[in-house]
């Protein structure tokens, strides 16, 4: 349930992503929205102090980026990563936009990103390993010259917003922990087109890239099961 409403956030937001419009008014038609239309919570805003109830990420921003009142510009690729709680649940999802005609670049690091992802996503079943979804990611990503950010992965997701186990994005294949069906984790790579390399501004949230290079994230929430997978996160036009 939870999931499924972090995906509608998604499908929502879509059209509002236009030249112009500032990432602080994104943040309050998403939370709007959660809240009234919803009747769920963000579970960003207040979460460890973030101020905000979703994260927007621009161009050479990571994650966690804070909405604020600059405004996006044509060419502009952003991030948009929505987790909202339901009946006790945490449904956690990001997926890139663009303002307009992205660049070659910017369009080719975030399909390799979401190949990525899903590369990592299809390993997953009862009895697979967490290296398993690490190494199927990074083998993808690094085939097409990009770097593979070490410092943020995945998580443990359910009645808290992020538990063990951590799900790194890199790794070798049959180690780590063992999958069980039941288990609800995020698969969310971040990928860069220079170095793997981050640095958290003085904001304490904000995360770029050391060499101010590009990076995108795909994320999505995944049900472990017997046979193997299901996504909690998808949209409307996904399932
Ligand atoms: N949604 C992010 C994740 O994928 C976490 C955001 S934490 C926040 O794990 F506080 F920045 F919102
Ligand atoms: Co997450
Ligand atoms: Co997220």
């Given at each position: 349930m939870a999931g499924r409403l972090a995906a509608q956030v998604l499908d929502m937001i879509g059209e509002h992503?236009?030249?112009?419009?500032s990432t602080e008014q994104l943040n309050t038609i998403c939370h709007t929205f959660i809240v009234d239309?919803?009747?769920?919570?963000?579970?960003?805003?207040?979460?460890?102090?973030?101020?905000?109830s979703i994260c927007t990420s621009v161009n050479?921003?990571?994650?966690h980026g804070i909405p604020d009142q600059r405004r996006l510009k044509t060419g502009d690729a952003i991030n948009i990563d929505i987790t909202v709680i339901k009946d006790g649940f945490h449904g956690d999802t990001s997926r890139m936009f663009f303002v307009g005609k992205p660049s070659v670049m910017a369009a080719r690091l975030s399909l390799i990103c979401f190949q990525s992802m899903w590369c990592g996503i299809k390993k997953?079943?009862?009895?697979?390993?967490l290296g398993d979804i690490g190494h199927a990611v990074q083998t993808h990503a690094e085939k097409h010259r990009f770097s593979v950010v070490r410092d943020f992965c995945g998580h443990g997701i359910g009645r808290v917003f992020h538990e063990d186990p951590q799900v790194l994005h890199y790794g070798q294949p049959d180690t780590g922990l063992k999958l069980q069906s039941g288990m609800t984790l995020t698969v969310e790579p971040m990928l860069n087109v220079g170095r793997h390399h981050v640095r958290i501004l003085s904001d304490g949230w904000t995360v770029v890239t050391k060499d101010h290079s590009l990076s995108a994230q795909w994320e999505h929430t995944i049900l472990v099961t017997e046979s193997g997978y299901e996504v909690?996160?998808?949209g409307t036009k996904d399932r």
């Open positions: 992503i236009t030249l112009g419009v239309e919803l009747g769920a919570i963000p579970a960003p805003l207040n979460y460890r102090g973030f101020p905000k050479h921003v990571v994650c997953i079943k009862s009895g697979a390993r909690l996160t998808l």
